[in-house]
Antibody, heavy 115, light 110 residues
Framework: EEELVESGGGLVQPGGSLRLSCAASGFAFKTYGMNWVRQAPGKGLEWVSYISSSSATKYYVDSVAGRFTVSRDNAKSSLYLQMTSLRVEDTAVYYC????????WGQGTLVTVTS | QSVLTQPPSASGTPGQRVTISCSGSSSNIGSNAVSWYQQLPGTAPKLLIYTNSLRPSGVPDRFSGSKSGTSASLAVSGLQSEDEADYYCAAWDDSLNGYVFGTGTKVTVL
């Protein structure tokens, strides 16, 4: 069964850092582009970042560019999101999503940025 | 950055047909495929429609999608109580170099 499992969320102060992980199983992870999408409490979905299968191409939404870094380890079938200089407005559930004719989603991990 | 516009709400009685619109521009819907997602309360989104009108296996044929120009729509026919959820459209945006999601539509079954 295809599965994406996020981890690494938690409580962090403004200006702090956090690293999210997404473990993939049940499919050929190394052949797919991957995304991070977030959802602030009570709000809609917001795409955050994309990384191609080979890591050659990376894109970010303007609001996180320069603060967040997406990476992957195909040998470990894992996707990562390094988040620095976190802001209150980064508080959200973060989902990893496989990019293949639409998104296949993980269950999400909650990041709360608060003082 | 929601650049795809959806109505905030839609409703219908069981068995009725509900349609949700998604309005974009030439840089997103006008030049790329649209997908639709269903998000039940407290759960992760689920893919309903990809490449404008195709259904993944397991998605009932009550759900259908279409695209014309810079707009897309999702129709839910034979509305059921379990269809009560939030629905989002999405597409790649060539100008932003990223995906954009719709503002979301909450469907209520009366």
């Amino acid at each position: 069964e295809e599965e994406l499992v996020e981890s690494g969320g938690g409580l962090v102060q403004p200006g702090g850092s956090l690293r999210l992980s997404c473990a993939a199983s049940g499919f050929a992870f190394k052949t797919y582009g991957m995304n991070w999408v977030r959802q602030a409490p009570g709000k809609g979905l917001e795409w955050v970042s994309y990384i191609s299968s080979s890591s050659a191409t990376k894109y970010y939404v303007d609001s996180v560019a320069g603060r967040f870094t997406v990476s992957r380890d195909n040998a470990k079938s894992s996707l990562y999101l390094q988040m620095t200089s976190l802001r209150v407005e980064d508080t959200a559930v973060y989902y990893c999503a496989r990019d293949s004719l639409g998104f296949t989603w993980g269950q999400g991990t909650l990041v709360t940025v608060t003082s | 950055q929601s650049v795809l516009t959806q109505p905030p709400s839609a409703s219908g009685t069981p068995g009725q047909r509900v349609t949700i619109s998604c309005s974009g521009s030439s840089s997103n819907i006008g030049s790329n495929a649209v997908s639709w997602y269903q998000q039940l309360p407290g759960t992760a989104p689920k893919l309903l429609i990809y490449t404008n009108s195709l259904r993944p296996s397991g998605v009932p044929d009550r759900f259908s999608g279409s695209k014309s120009g810079t707009s897309a729509s999702l129709a839910v026919s034979g509305l059921q109580s379990e269809d009560e959820a939030d629905y989002y459209c999405a597409a790649w945006d060539d100008s932003l170099n990223g995906y954009v999601f719709g503002t979301g539509t909450k469907v209520t079954v009366l």
